[in-house]
């Protein structure tokens, strides 16, 4: 791709309407300790889980107030809309999944990747443990909930095959994504394809009942999954902001580790719709197993490495969802992030 196509038509007039939303006055505010901060904004790609759990702590701890950092953490309406809201400027930052950055990028939306957390993918079929499902084999004849367009239904053909299957040997039921986990529960399907570091706790305390997993990564298919996300306009213009932001980030993401039940404790009325405490713990001990690859293992949490970038980019080359890929530096902003 020898440069990104025209940003699409729905995000020029949001790139007006927010062009002067970061001005100096509207951007900083003073600590208590009379320090002056500057303003962010991060919204999340969904509503509050176990995964966002080291953002509140972060918060709470004031790491971010000690990288200069006055953080206002939103809710997100899935990864797709945050990268839209983000390349557009009505946020400062995202977090969001990375197959829906490399789309993005492919229709143009003028955002990149200041580092990827989630380096070991998330994405899993789910399914009760009573179906007795041990190995990729064991799906073939059963109907899975997924969503139709999305990551997981992309790499799903992907994960089959490189486990002896096809396409054909298991059906796919296009559900919407907040429907799944109903889907499973009434038996109208045998599994669901999600991210172990959400759906399966919900639906274990949902339904009473032991839920199994079969996780792409520990099945022969491994990519980068989310991270942290900045627009080009801010990164243009506010880039040491971006690279304080990021060291914060990564700050909370170590603090949460050492201690993860304060972490979880710190998202106490994050929102309406936040998981039971049991399941915030389970969601976010699952997110602390995903944070590195072999390469970057002992690592920060958020330091990439181009060769593992490099092979997120050519599967989803592969399974179409980049049909015009790029070099690593179209996705990734290196002049941002951590250093190994």
């Not at 399914?127 to 990729?136: K, Q």
């Not at 059963?142 to 089959?160: C, E, H, K, N, Y």
Request: hydrophobic letters at 40%; one cysteine or more; proline letters at 5%.
């Amino acid at each position: 791709m020898t440069g990104r196509r025209p940003l699409i038509t729905g995000l020029v007039p949001l790139l007006l309407l927010t062009a002067t939303a970061c001005g100096d006055d509207a951007a900083t505010s003073v600590s208590d300790s009379g320090r002056r901060l500057d303003r962010v904004t991060l919204t999340l790609n969904w509503y509050p889980y176990g995964e966002h759990a080291p953002f509140y702590y972060g918060e709470r701890r004031k790491i971010f107030e000690k990288h200069g950092i006055d953080l206002t953490i939103r809710a997100g309406q899935g990864s797709q809309k945050t990268v839209q809201l983000t390349g557009a400027g009505e946020t400062d930052f995202g977090w969001a999944d990375t197959p829906a950055l490399l789309a993005g990028a492919e229709t143009g939306v003028p955002v990149k990747s200041l580092g990827v957390f989630l380096q070991t993918t998330p994405s899993s079929v789910q399914f009760f443990a009573s179906r007795n499902i041990t190995r990729p084999a064991d799906l073939k004849g059963m109907t899975i909930a997924g969503t139709a367009g999305d990551a997981l239904s992309r790499t799903f053909p992907v994960f089959l095959e490189r486990n002896g299957l096809s396409g054909s040997d298991v059906t796919v039921q296009n559900t919407d994504p907040a429907g799944k986990i109903a889907a499973v529960i009434s038996g109208r399907t045998d599994g669901l394809l999600g991210y172990a570091s959400d759906q399966a706790p919900i639906m274990a305390h949902k339904s009473g009942k032991k839920v199994g997993t079969l996780r792409f990564s520990e099945h022969g298919l491994n990519f980068y999954s989310n991270g942290l996300i900045a627009g080009e306009r801010l990164l243009s213009g506010r880039k040491e902001v971006a690279r304080r932001m990021v060291r914060a980030v990564s700050e909370s993401f170590a603090a949460a580790r050492r201690k993860p039940a304060e972490a979880v404790a710190a998202m106490a009325g994050a929102s309406g719709q936040l998981p039971p405490a049991k399941v915030l713990r389970e969601q976010l001990a699952t997110t602390l197993t995903l944070l590195h690859t072999p390469a970057t293992r002992g690592k920060a949490p958020g330091v990439n490495t181009e060769a593992d970038w490099q092979r997120t980019i050519d599967l989803f080359s592969r399974s179409g969802l980049v049909t015009e890929p790029g070099p690593v530096t179209e996705y990734w902003e290196r002049g941002s992030a951590l250093k190994g």
